[in-house]
């Protein structure tokens, strides 16, 4: 008997989310804001109605019903309502060591996976003895496999859809956070941050502070913090460090990196490697 030769398909995986930290719907009041944030884990926005504006990176943009916005891990990231009315919305968190590209734009969504998403949302809540997500505690059953499958299908599904970039509507916070990034291995103090860019110290102050949550050189430690991370992860010595950033002393760096992190820069350095 003549022996049948099988076609071999592999399949690769696209989107590996391997640990939830957060999964909540809620409302925002108008006039009310979220505080500015980074961490070191993706995070979805979906709004259900009304909407949300978005400052992130060096764009602030407004998503409307049905639409979503994907945080990378360490971007910096605030929500608000501009709106006359209360919004809803809905956010997950996650780990996801493999995971599609995602730009730095707006995804409109189908209501159907509008629905998948609050009911994700939903099938976690119900199941989840306290607020804290990780570890997952469960109720009764374990439904790890099931949020990370249909979280997973999700997001393909939403990414490959349409996107549009973002429409930024203050191009003078846009001009202050791309100064801030390009002169992140500088020692520049808010003075002279001011006279870079051709603006009045309270003009800087009042303008990031209205759309980051934050005050300009909070963030700007923020920005050497995560170049910092960076640099001892491939291996650069604390001195190193210390000296690409501008940083008066090597105590100074260190000062400043645990205070940010926790640890000191030796101690995450060798919990890295």
């Known amino acids: 008997m003549e022996e049948r030769v099988y076609p071999v398909f592999p399949l690769q995986k696209a989107i590996d989310i391997t640990a939830?930290?957060?999964?909540?719907?809620?409302?925002?009041?108008?006039?009310?804001?979220s505080s500015g944030e980074i961490h070191n884990f993706w995070e979805i926005?979906?709004?259900?109605?009304?909407?949300?504006?978005v400052a992130t990176g060096q764009d602030i943009f407004t998503l409307g019903k049905?639409?979503?916005?994907?945080?990378?891990?360490?971007?910096?990231?605030r929500h608000f309502n501009p709106g006359?009315?209360?919004?809803?919305?809905?956010?997950?968190?996650?780990?996801?060591?493999?995971?599609?590209?995602a730009e730095a734009m707006t995804y409109p969504l189908?209501?159907?996976?509008?629905?998948?998403?609050?009911?994700?949302?939903?099938?976690?809540?119900?199941?989840?003895?306290?607020?804290?997500?990780?570890p997952l505690a469960l109720r009764g059953r374990d439904i790890s496999q099931e949020v990370k499958s249909r979280l997973e299908l999700f997001l393909l599904q939403a990414l490959a859809g349409d996107s549009r970039p973002h429409r930024n509507f203050s191009p003078e916070y846009?001009?202050?956070?791309?100064?801030?990034?390009?002169?992140?291995?500088?020692?520049?103090t808010l003075p002279e941050i001011?006279?870079?860019?051709?603006?009045?110290?309270?003009?800087?102050?009042?303008?990031?502070?209205?759309?980051?949550?934050?005050?300009?050189?909070?963030?700007?430690?923020?920005?050497?913090?995560?170049?910092?991370?960076?640099?001892?992860?491939?291996?650069?010595?604390?001195?190193?460090?210390?000296?690409?950033?501008?940083?008066?002393?090597?105590?100074?760096?260190?000062?400043?990196?645990?205070n940010h992190t926790g640890l000191p820069p030796s101690q995450y350095s060798s919990r890295r490697g």
Not at 178 to 187: I, R, T, Y
């Open 66 to 77: 049905q639409e979503m916005v994907i945080h990378k891990p360490m971007e910096f990231h």
């Open 20 to 33: 939830l930290h957060t999964a909540f719907a809620r409302q925002m009041e108008t006039e009310r804001t």
């Open 174 to 188: 846009k001009k202050i956070m791309a100064f801030l990034s390009e002169n992140v291995h500088a020692g520049l």
């Open 194 to 258: 001011a006279r870079q860019l051709h603006m009045s110290v309270s003009n800087v102050k009042l303008i990031f502070s209205r759309y980051s949550g934050m005050g300009v050189m909070k963030y700007y430690t923020n920005l050497k913090m995560q170049a910092a991370v960076t640099y001892l992860g491939e291996g650069l010595s604390v001195k190193e460090v210390a000296e690409r950033l501008s940083y008066s002393s090597q105590s100074a760096f260190c000062t400043a990196f645990k």
């Open 110 to 134: 189908a209501p159907e996976l509008v629905q998948e998403f609050f009911a994700i949302i939903r099938l976690i809540r119900e199941n989840t003895v306290t607020d804290k997500l990780s």
């Open 84 to 101: 006359t009315q209360a919004s809803t919305y809905g956010v997950i968190s996650f780990d996801a060591p493999l995971m599609l590209p």
């Open 45 to 53: 926005l979906v709004v259900s109605r009304g909407e949300i504006s």
